[in-house]
């Protein structure tokens, strides 16, 4: 598995430990440092059977300084991949990424279903 993270993050850190406290094996990687591509974001959203939406770190203060609130609807699929691959700090965080699944955020009971 991968997981995506910012080390700032309070979420992503108690994921972390979390994920440490299952003894589950997982490969980090640093957002903020390695940005998503758009090909992956575009693998990622389909495996996840999310809305696009969800992939964007909506409190964040990049979204907010370039009113992504009113303009995200007016955007093709295409345009958003293209902008959340532009910067690592769009995107929520933390994702973990499994050969058959997608998580985005960190709901502990939807990481307990996957994490077995």
Request: net charge neutral; glycine share 6%; charged share 35%.
């Amino acid at each position: 598995m991968k997981f995506i993270y910012y080390n700032k993050c309070s979420t992503c850190q108690k994921a972390k430990k979390w994920l440490e406290g299952k003894g589950a094996s997982f490969e980090e990687r640093a957002i903020k440092e390695e940005n998503p591509t758009k090909e992956e974001l575009k693998e990622w959203h389909t495996r996840s059977g999310l809305p696009l939406k969800r992939f964007f770190n909506t409190s964040g203060n990049v979204y907010k300084s370039l009113g992504l609130k009113d303009k995200l609807k007016d955007m093709t699929e295409e345009e958003q991949y293209e902008l959340l691959a532009t910067d690592g700090m769009l995107v929520k965080r933390p994702l973990l990424v499994g050969d058959d699944f997608v998580l985005v955020g960190f709901k502990e009971q939807e990481w307990e279903e996957k994490i077995k």
